[in-house]
Each structure stands twice: as C-alpha cells, then as structure tokens.
C-alpha cells in the first residue's frame, strides 16, 4: 500500500496540499526560511522587560537576591527565555569585570509587584503589570536559591571612566522556563560592586497553543 505525506500551504487561500520530499538517504528535506523566534514573534507573543532604575552588583556568587523578577502567574502557560541582557550605565575609573546570573524558581508566591513594563516585539501596546495580572514583575527581591548560573561570556572593564560602561546580551534559547507560580530571576556580578552601576532584563514568549497576553 502506497502512502504519501502531505502539507498544507498557509498562505495558500486554496489550502492545495504539497508533497514532501526526501533525498536518496531517506531524510526529509527541511529548510527554515525565516530566523529563529520570527514565527513567534509575529503571534505577538514575544515580550521584553528590564528594570528602571540603577541597582548596584552583587560582589559574590548570587545567593538569594534577585535583582529581578519576572513571575508566572498564568495558569496554563510558561515563560520561555530567548535572552538576558545587562548594562553597566554608569561606571568609574576601576578595573572590573561583570557577568550575568539567571535562574529560575521553584514555585513559590508572588513578589510584591515591581510594575515594570512589558514591552511588545512586534508592535502591540506595551502592558503595565498589576498585582492579579498574569504576568508580574518585580525589582530587589529576596528568593531561594535555585541554581544560579551565569549566562553568556563575561566582560572585562578598564581602568578608564566611561558613563556608560558597556552592554552585553546572553542568549539562552528556551533553557530557562518558568512555569505557573514560578519566577525567573535575574542578577548581574562585579568584581568591584561600588564601581558601576546595572540595569538588568529579559525577552521572553509566553507559550501554548494559542498565546494571547491581552
């Protein structure tokens, strides 16, 4: 018996079906034609956020403050980290390096909220967290510690002034998710804490089969 898979074109208004192909190896032929994240990004489920205000580095290994915190509160869905970025805004004439430390939280109760925007990736209006909402955001908050591991390479500064100092981003590609009740927290590290000071933040997608934050 002769059996054939076939796929349905979407942007196709007839739905005509095509047949998939594969190479003399038995391997199906994919290609992806669009960067990665740009399906769900164009869904309007891709957020980013990142604190408001400096706050000043951790000089050890992160324990249990939590520069920031972004928690789940959305029954049913789980926040997917693509990305977790830093910026040394302001920094002085010492030598330092800095890396960034991120985990994510078993379950645990709501932080008081921080109401740090959430901003679109693909154009829709930015959302302002509340204390019920389903997503909420916190700044300095105290957690347990869950596996703090650092994200991306770290970055050596200089001994020369520099307001700002430098910016870098980590990607991480889904290896952090946080489902209901739970929180992803992030905190940057310096060797010198007194010599700059951060701003921390995350993108991040919302996940199910039908994503709708509003």
């Known amino acids: 018996m002769d059996f054939r898979l076939l796929g349905t074109r979407r942007s196709d208004d007839r739905g005509d079906a ?95 909220l921080g109401a740090l925007v959430l901003a679109s990736l693909n154009g829709r209006n930015a959302i302002t967290p509340t204390a019920n909402g389903p997503i909420i955001t916190a700044v300095g908050t105290t957690v347990v510690a869950n596996g703090w591991r650092p994200w991306g390479a770290g970055i050596g500064w200089g001994v020369a002034a520099a307001t700002p100092g430098m910016a870098y981003s980590a990607r991480v590609d889904g290896m952090l998710q946080a489902p209901y009740q739970c929180s992803v927290c992030l905190t940057p590290m310096n060797s010198v804490a007194t010599a700059s000071s951060f701003q921390v933040g995350m993108t991040f997608y919302l996940v199910r089969q039908e994503s709708r934050l509003t």
């Open 18 to 112: 095509r047949a998939l192909q594969i190479n003399e190896q038995d391997e199906l032929f994919i290609a992806q034609g669009m960067p990665a994240y740009a399906e769900m990004t164009r869904q309007g489920d891709g957020w980013t956020v990142q604190t408001s205000t400096l706050l000043t580095p951790d000089a050890a290994y992160p324990g249990t403050n939590a520069s920031l915190e972004v928690f789940n509160n959305f029954p049913g869905w789980t926040i997917v980290v693509a990305e977790v970025f830093a910026a040394e805004v302001l920094s002085t004439a010492v030598a330092h390096a800095s890396q960034i430390f991120a985990m994510v939280t078993t379950k645990k109760a709501a932080p008081s």
